[in-house]
């Protein structure tokens, strides 16, 4: 069965970046694109980036853009988002998520457990 | 980027009423390239709906998905007692994903 394991909890202070993980399982990992989804405290999602595992390109909001980069490792089927001059008001869980179907024509279907960032001084 | 309005904000509903869940795009959404998720306090979204109108596997058919351009519904037939959580919709048209801000659905 598919499943994204994401790494644990995290606290950084402002101005620091954070490495968050998503070990994929239960599929051919190059054949899916993955996403990087975010939720502020009481707050709605947000859309932060996408990889497709094959190719390696990325798409990123253009308010992440210049402090997000996803990468991953086909050897070891993971996924990394990276956000670099942390803000307090980015505090919030990180998901990634795998699409329904290949070829970035569907929505998330698969999600993870989520990362709690959290930035303070 | 293209913005989704979802409305309205909460739903307060009994037990077998129908709710009915409003997503509009400020542009049209290519393919009907829209998803609906359901979201449960402390939980990941669920996939309910895709490509508009289909269902995911093991949803319900009291959830249902239509629309399409810029308009989208999602509507709950019968709700029950579970159906309590937040929906958000999201478009996949563009290469830039965005979700809208949810409806909360409260079960009296």
């Known amino acids: 069965q598919v499943q994204l394991v994401q790494s644990g909890a995290e606290v950084r202070k402002p101005g620091a970046s954070v490495k968050v993980s998503c070990k994929a399982s239960?599929?051919?990992?190059?054949?899916?694109?993955v996403h990087w989804v975010r939720q502020a405290p009481g707050q709605g999602l947000e859309w932060m980036g996408i990889i497709n595992a094959g190719a390696g390109s990325t798409t990123y909001a253009q308010r992440f853009q210049g402090r997000l980069t996803v990468t991953r490792d086909t050897s070891t089927s993971t996924v990394y988002m990276d956000l670099s001059s942390l803000r307090s008001d980015d505090t919030a869980v990180y998901y990634c998520?795998?699409?329904?179907?290949?070829?970035?024509?569907?929505?998330?279907?698969?999600w993870g457990q989520g990362t709690l960032v959290t930035v303070s001084s | 980027e293209i913005v989704l309005t979802q409305s309205p904000g909460t739903l307060s509903l009994s037990p077998g009423e129908r709710a009915t869940l409003s997503c509009r795009a400020s542009?049209?959404?290519?393919?009907?390239?829209l998803a609906w998720y359901q979201q449960k306090p402390g939980q990941a979204p669920r996939l309910l709906i895709d490509?508009?109108?289909s269902r995911a596997t093991g949803i319900p058919d009291r959830f249902s998905g239509s629309g399409s351009g810029s308009d989208f519904t999602l509507t709950i037939s019968r709700l029950e007692p579970e159906d309590s959580a937040v929906y958000y919709c999201q478009q996949y048209g563009s290469s830039l994903r965005t979700f809208g801000q949810g409806t909360k659905v409260e079960i009296k």
């Open positions: 490509g508009a109108s």
């Open positions: 542009r049209s959404v290519s393919s009907n390239n």
């Open positions: 998520a795998r699409e329904l179907r290949t070829g970035a024509t569907s929505g998330a279907g698969y």
């Open positions: 239960g599929y051919t990992f190059s054949n899916y694109y």
